[in-house]
Every structure is written in C-alpha cells, then in structure tokens.
C-alpha cells in the first residue's frame, strides 16, 4: 500500500519504518466513554455528575468536590490533585458534566481520583505510549492505515489481518474481552505473534544471501575419508557429503555446522579442505591453543601434498610475506589473520572454528578478505561455520533464512558423565574421589569464578584454593587465563599433571585424553552452554567421566534441569528456557528479549506456520 510522505514521516518519529512494524505498535490501553449500566466498584467508565460544592486547598493544591450520581441516586466524591483554579470554574456549584475514571467505593461513600472531562459518550480510543507523538495522533494514523485491505496487501492471510484490525479499530465485544485480563484475548495475541515473526521473516529476506562462488570445488575426499584410522559415525559421513554438494555449487555455500563437544568436527573440517584442493582454505580459530591443535591434527591426518600452515601472533614470519604461496594450502590461524597482508587470490573456503567466539564484525571481516569484486559482480567464498555450542530448534528455523544448517548428534565415542551438584558437606567425598582418580593415572580440573579473592563474593578465589590443593597433592598446576606461560602450562599438565586449577578459558581448544573429572565453583554464575562446555572436556575418549557443581544455594532448578542433561542439543532448549534468545538479526546481543510477543520457547508451531505461508 500507498504510504504518504506525511504519514512516512510520523511513523519514523515512533521507530515504525513500514506498515506491519506499525501494526505491532499496540495501544497500551483503552478508554470506553460509554456510560456505565451499573455501580459495582471498583469499576472504570463514564457516568453522569452533578456538582453539589467543590472546595480548593491551596496550601496542598488538591481540589475536593461533592456531586450527585443521577442515573443511581448515589453521592460521589471527586478528588483532583494538583488542581489549578480553572478546576474551581469547571467544578462549579450546579454543573453537569460527563466524567470518566475509576470508581471504588472507600469509608462508606463512591469516590473517584484524577476524572477525565468526556465530549462524546459511547466512544473507545485508545491510548499508546509514546514520547513522539501525542496518543490522538497515533490514533488517526491507526484509523487511516491499519486496515483489513492494507494488511492482507502486505502479505497477511485474512485470519491474521482480521484480529490486528480489531486491535486498532476496537468494538464493545473485543473490549469487554480485552478488559477481563487487562490484556490481548487469545486470538488477537497469536495474530501479534504472527505479524511478528512474519515481519521478522520479511526483514531477513531482504538482506541478499546468494553469490556467485569464486571456485566450485569438486576435490575427491573419498580417498582420504578412506586413509583414516577409524570409521566415521553416520552424521559425519552425512554432513561431510552435503558439504561436498554445496562446494560443487557455483553459488557460495554458507553452512553452520553444529555438533556437541567431542563429535569428530575435525574430521568434517579437514574434508572440506581436501574438497577444496588444489584452491587454498583457511580457518580462524578464537585461541592460539586451538589453532595450534588443529595444526597438529590436520598435518597427522591430510594427504601429505596439503601444506599446512599455522599463523597466531606469536608466529615469527615477516609481517609483509605473502602467507598465501604455494606451501600454504590450507591456512590456520587465530584473529592475527586479519591484520596480516594476505594474497586470496586462489582462496576458495573460510571456515571459523567455534564461530560464537567471534563477533559478527570480525566473521564479516574475515569473509570479506577473499571477496572478488569486478565492476558488475561481487563472488564469495564458500563459508563453513562450526560450533560446539548448538542453538536451540526455533533459532535454527529463525536464521535459515540467511545460512544453511547441518547438526553432527552422533558421537564417536559414547559420553559417559555423571553431573553431581554438591557443597561443603560434600567436600570430603569429593576429597576422596579425586584420589582415587588420580590413583588410576587420570586427571582433575578445578575451575574457579576469580583469580583474586573479592569481599563481595562467597566463593574462595583461584589464588586462595592453589594453597589448599599444593599441599595436599602432587603435580598441580595453575593457570588464570591471563598469565603469559598459560599455553605451556596447560601442555605440561596434559603430560605430567595430576590437577589443573583455572578459570573457564578450558571452555574451548583444549583436549585432555586423560581428564576424568571436573570440579566447578559457582556454577549458578555460569550461563548453561558454558557448563556444558566445561563438562565437555571430560569423558572425550569413551573414560568414565564426573562433573561436579560446588555451589552454596541451596537448591537450583536451573542446576538440577543442567544436570540430568547431557546433549548439547537438549541444554540449548534449557538454555532458551532459562534466558532469551537474543538479537539473531543483527549479531549485537547474545541473550535477552528480541520479540515483544512471540515466545522462542513457545511459539514453534506459529514459527512453522508463517515459514509455510511464505514458501507457498
């Protein structure tokens, strides 16, 4: 539909850029002049007065008035706070007035506090909230534009349109509906959530998501899936061949590849990289430490005519040499990458390893490095994404929109951990049970919430506990995060160490064969995919695992849900349980309310329905 420049102009000034953003701007209440048929306080309408004395304090500015209800034979009280003298002239002795406010009926007699003056009986209108507009003139451009017509014309079915109609042209039923809970009957409140999401849709449709790809990659991985060691589980053999689909394409291919901790992504990562040959690859990882066992685990198992190269900003070459040669065919690197002079010439694949450590800003960035851009026409890499940490269902469904999905659920090695939530009274048996792990040659990781003690906090830090358990064991490490030896030190407990106390930077890139069990103070802090992703270090081989939650509350539902959990993919629907979605359009927020009235948890069937509606 047609919206003038006028109309344009007032929508903007409440943040509205189109009609269906308007049609989601709903008033915060409604005011129904018609007069009340009965007395049944407290009740709010209108009803007919007439004023028998009205007094004015001036010391308090409060206007106090006598007045006879007609219609009910009944006296009623009005109070004004603030008054001015003209309220003395409006409430003058022997007026009769339309008024419309809340009745009750307090120390024996009906009184009302703060009336409005009513023109015209037996009208709604409603009232928005709004700092931009005053709420009459939200109301006449509601009038003008919020109609069944224009709605339908904006891609609604008839079914939605036709309750967003009502909500903005209201009628006594629809009130007296609206009125029993002070909020949006049932079936006005689905069409929100449907103009919502829809709207959403629209809106990521818009953003382009094809290009022309600069290399299609037909590479034989078959022989190298043939070369390794061990026989790959179902979901990787499955993801690995849509892949290879995607990079045959002339259109980029843009995947997240998600799988839980320890579901083979390596293997899925490095058979891209043969696809891609002879064309040259490239990975970003978020640590130096992930980055150099991806090296390590990638120059173990490809063909021996793939270079592998390893770039973090440790690394010694020149900052001017071209790290793209032809020793370079698969390039592996953390965000030093970004700031290297790169020749991408021959580049065909961007992966990003554990990609919801990078911000949107730097994944753009990244991609952006090997984009081929002529005058008429921009081609793109292909681009893989992996992830550790999966997103629940209705995200996954929300963001198809701009990238494919592929979910890895098989592990190659069952996880077999127990999660154990405990507190000081537990502490001896604990005591124990990391003695007799350690007995049988396996390994324990502490993690704690602060390097430094904090008085505001009741939870021993990192440097009090190292005395605690240096006294009492052998082999202890110690590491905060921070510290510049970190890397050498998480390499020599994973040789010769017994426990490693830390911080939660084990949450990604480090693989420990022998660690057992995992001890975690304050897990109430932690947000659910980061304790999975603690959890996840341990049992990575198929070894019995633990995991224990120190915590002092005394009871944690969010802990307890955690805790008879063990799939990635069933912690992402808690985690949605227990914290919103974010913003998925734009990248800025991780978690938080992105919709004002679809529910991500809720509100996958309505999701499911509007996805219908715009693929027919």
Known sequence: MKISEEQYHKLQKINCNDLLSFALYVPKSYMDTSFLSSLNP????????QILNADLFKGKNILKAQALMPKFDKHIEIIIFNAKTFHKNIYAIGKHLCIYGKIEYKLNKYCMTQPKLIETEGKITMQFKSTSLKSNTISALAQDLITQENLIEEGLPKNIAAPIEEIFHPNKKYL???????????????????????????????????????????GDYEAFINSLPFELTPAQA????????????????????????????????????????????????PTTILAKQLFEEAQKYLPKYIQCKLIT????????????????????????LLYRDIDTQNLA?????????????????????????????????????????????????????????????????????????????????LIQHIQSEISQNRQVVIVYPLVEESENFDYIS?????????????????????????????????????????TTLIEVGISLPRLSTIVIVAPERLGLATLHQLRGRVSRNGLKGYCFLYTNLAKSQRLEDFSKNLSGFDIAELDLKYR????????????????????????????SEVKKHLNA
């Open 42 to 49: 407290p009740c709010t309408g209108t009803i007919e007065i």
């Open 176 to 218: 007296s509906q609206y009125q029993q809970n002070n909020f949006f009957p049932h079936l006005h409140l689905y069409a929100l959530k449907w103009t919502e999401i829809y709207s959403y849709l629209k809106s990521l449709s818009k953003k382009r998501r094809y290009f022309e790809s600069k290399y299609t990659c037909n």
């Open 238 to 285: 499955s993801t690995i061949k849509t892949i290879s689909t995607d990079l045959k394409k002339s259109t980029a291919a843009k995947r997240l590849i998600m799988g839980d901790v320890g579901c083979g992504k390596t293997i899925v990562i490095l058979s891209a990289v043969v696809m891609c040959y002879p064309h040259q690859s490239l990975l970003m990882a």
């Open 313 to 336: 900003a440790d690394s010694k070459d020149d900052m001017q040499k071209n790290l793209f040669e032809r020793e370079g065919d698969f390039i592996i690197g953390t965000q030093a």
């Open 349 to 429: 694949l961007i992966i990003t390893d554990e990609q919801h450590r990078f911000g949107t800003k730097q994944r753009h960035q990244l991609e952006k490095i090997a984009e081929e851009k002529t005058s008429c026409e921009t081609k793109k890499p292909h681009v893989l994404q992996f992830s550790a940490t999966p997103i629940p269902r209705t995200m996954a469904m929300l963001n198809s929109s701009l990238i494919d999905f592929s979910f890895i659920k098989d592990l190659p090695f069952k996880k077999d951990i127990t999660t154990t939530i405990i507190n000081k009274a537990n502490f001896a048996k």
């Open 462 to 502: 990192l440097k009090e506990g190292a005395c605690f358990w240096q006294k009492h064991f052998e082999n202890v490490y110690i590491t905060s995060g921070k510290d510049k030896e970190k890397e050498q030190v998480l390499e020599n407990f994973k040789n010769k160490g017994n426990i490693l106390l830390a």
């Open 580 to 607: 919103n979605s974010g913003d998925i359009l734009n990248g800025d927020r991780q978690s938080g309310a992105e919709f004002e009235f679809f529910d991500m948890k809720d509100d996958v069937h309505i999701l």
